[in-house]
């Protein structure tokens, strides 16, 4: 199992979701997150008075998938993200050790599949 963890623009949210559905992705977590890399912030204009904002705002998308289903859905994710602006985001991937379904019981693979 692995842990995919994708970093995005908020405004790809919904196509990134309908390319996680794709891959068949049976649970995920969003979290509202913010953050910077490459562009270390912007610049923006309120009330006539310029002022910088470091950390923008971006969303974090977060699946335990199948080892088969990984490359599949990081591949689709990234082309559901990517805009070919600075900020797109990342995704990570990250071994998982175990997974256990808290009401059933059921451990590993079975787990996490719908």
């Known amino acids: 199992m692995k842990l995919v963890i994708a970093i995005i623009k908020p405004s790809r949210l919904d196509a990134v979701l309908d390319a996680a559905s794709e891959a068949g992705v049976s649970g995920l977590t969003v979290t509202e997150?913010?953050?910077y890399g490459r562009q270390k912030g912007k610049t923006e204009v309120y009330r006539g008075a310029e002022y910088e904002v470091?950390?923008?705002p971006k969303v974090?998308?977060?699946a335990v998938v199948n080892d088969d289903s990984v490359d599949r859905l990081v591949e689709l994710?990234?082309?559901a993200?990517?805009?070919g602006k600075i900020g797109d985001g990342k995704v990570?991937?990250?071994p998982v050790e175990a997974a256990l379904r808290i009401r059933t019981g059921e451990t590993g693979d079975v787990a996490i599949i719908g």
């Open 33 to 35: 997150v913010r953050g």
């Open 54 to 56: 470091k950390l923008l």
């Open 60 to 62: 974090k998308i977060e």
């Open 77 to 79: 994710v990234a082309a």
């Open 81 to 83: 993200a990517n805009t």
């Open 92 to 94: 990570f991937v990250l």
